[in-house]
RNA sequence: CGGGGUGUAGCGCAAUUGGUAGCGCACGUGGUUUGGGACCAUGGGGUUGCAGGUUCAAGUCCUGUCACUCCGACCA
């Protein structure tokens, strides 16, 4: 059978897109609704996704000189309020404990919506001198945000994540530190998801609550909506103004330090889905696929197939992560579905006649395409398949991004474009607040960010016609 | 918080003018199967969201209430 047939045209997903990608989560058993409305539980197969991506990225950042800690939960609400436009930001988002046990609480205790404020009052006690300097912590921890409409992984009321916060003797130092980080989740989707991104800067508007810049990574899933993927931020002195964090310099004179953080999130595992899925569920780039090779054995109450398939999956083993189904109460074609839905990027099947001529079956998820190969090649073609699935999927992404990238010269032909597509539009723009909120009223959309390489196609800005100062991305988003 | 919708088995649904709750999938057991979601036989599973009312009789009609969900505003 033609394997074309199979793959439909992702544009007509489009409509029904949001229940497509309920629908995978769901049935490929990423996670549950919690009991808790707005709160989700992830399941093994799902976290272990997560658990890739945290090895991934944690020996990257320790790579860098960072290192792990931990901070408490709960944030009493004076420390919260230290910082005035970080806490006007989380406000409306923030859950309370008000209770201990029997008793109310004197003062009442939020459940961390991010860590600035808790950890900038231990750094405060840690700085001495400029020798302490820099302090370079990350944590993995989960946050709670009050969201009135979620959606799992995207948009949960708790989340996890890592953030990484850093305090500086200099400015400049503090700036690297935020555009290093911001190169790392940048390499990171490229190289290990597959998802091209658009780095750049927030507009003051979009910026994190409390920050001086704030640097993101944009992807643009299947549908060509934005996911702002992963943040780093700088923030000048302003906490450490507020929590008081200041070292003693070379000349002994008292200085503010200089601060950064940095988060990914499990939101990320939505954008996977997003960017890589398809009409037959997940599809997992090799690198962060939690099983990346499944064996599934034909006709496996016949003699010897199941010893060529537990020898085979040992073999493959040192690898790679193999997957033995074995069960014995489903059939092949069930398995094919099963683990199709499940993203896993190759498939071996061997029966009967396979062992008989000494080959497989190889199939591979991102294409669909099934291959006959010799047993003694395996290994071989495996190692070939990693590699060239990893890069196709993204090489895919790339494509659909790029189709979806449109250019704006003037707001009649801006809105034109997001009333017949979904997608992103580069746009020239003054700068000015007003175009800003003029977009977002009457077409849903926001700037992504302003890009580190920008392609100026015209002097002025195709909102208001006045001299432009940056090209801009801006999209619906997630 | 503004507008719409839905609550019946684990999931998806059905039940005629009110007449004592059924189908598919899933699940249990036995057997035959296994190269793209197997088949046969058989079995288990329900205070119809909750509370009240009308009636000989309510899944169905009335009142209240709760929950969920979709579309807008807020966000990683």
Not at 371 to 396: G, R, T
Request: charged residues 30%; contains cysteine.
């Amino acid at each position: 059978m033609d394997n074309k047939e199979f793959v439909k045209d992702l544009t007509k997903m489009e409509d029904d897109f949001a229940k497509w990608y309920t629908d995978i989560v769901l049935k490929a058993e990423l996670v549950d609704y919690a009991p808790i409305k707005g709160f989700m539980v992830i399941r093994p197969y799902g976290y272990s996704i997560w658990e890739n991506i945290q090895n991934v990225l944690d020996k990257k950042f320790k790579e860098l000189g960072h290192k792990n800690a931990y901070f408490p939960l709960l944030i009493p609400e004076s420390m919260l309020n230290k910082e005035k436009e970080h806490v006007e930001g989380f406000a409306p988002e923030v859950a309370w404990v008000t209770q201990g046990g029997e008793n109310e609480l004197q003062e009442r205790l939020c459940i961390r919506p991010t860590s600035e404020t808790i950890i900038c009052t231990m750094y405060s006690k840690w700085v001495r001198s400029y020798r302490d300097l820099p302090l370079k912590y990350n944590q993995w921890a989960n946050v709670v945000r009050w969201e009135k409409t979620t959606r799992p992984f995207l948009r949960t009321a708790e989340f996890l994540w890592q953030e990484g916060h850093t305090i500086h003797a200099t400015e400049q130092e503090a700036i690297e530190e935020t555009l290093t980080m911001h190169k790392v989740y940048a390499d990171f989707c490229k190289d290990y998801l597959a998802i091209p991104v658009i780095m750049g800067q927030k507009s003051e508007k979009e910026k994190f609550a409390g920050a001086q810049a704030t640097y993101t990574i944009e992807a643009m899933m299947h549908d060509g909506k934005a996911l702002q993927s992963g943040t780093s931020h700088y923030f000048g002195n302003h906490f450490a103004k507020a929590f008081d964090i200041k070292f003693q310099n070379k000349e002994g004179k008292l200085e503010y330090c200089y601060q950064t953080s940095w988060g990914m999130t499990t939101r990320i595992i939505g954008g996977i889905i997003m960017v890589h899925g398809d009409d037959r569920g997940l599809k997992l780039p090799p690198k962060i696929a939690p099983i990346q090779v499944v064996i599934v054995p034909i006709a496996q109450q016949k003699e010897n197939v199941l010893e060529v398939t537990k020898n085979l999956q040992e073999k493959l083993s040192d690898k790679y992560s193999v997957e033995l189904d074995e069960r014995s109460e489903v059939s092949p074609g069930f398995k094919f579905n099963y683990w199709e839905l499940r993203g896993v990027p190759v498939r071996i099947e061997i029966g009967p006649k396979d062992i008989a001529n000494n080959q497989c079956v190889v199939f591979r998820r991102d294409t669909l395409e099934k291959e006959i190969v010799s047993l003694d090649d395996l290994e071989e073609k495996i190692e070939f398949l990693m590699e060239d699935i990893q890069n196709n999927m993204y090489e895919k992404a790339k494509e659909n991004f790029e189709k979806r990238t449109f250019i704006a010269h003037d707001f009649e032909e801006y809105k034109k474009i997001f009333k017949e597509n979904e997608g992103f539009a580069k746009i020239m723009w003054c700068g000015d607040r007003e175009c800003e909120d003029k977009i977002k009223e009457e077409n849903s959309t926001t700037i992504r960010c302003i890009p580190f390489e920008e392609d100026k196609f015209q002097d002025v800005c195709s909102i208001c016609g006045k001299k432009a100062k940056h090209m801009v991305y801006t999209a619906r988003q997630y």
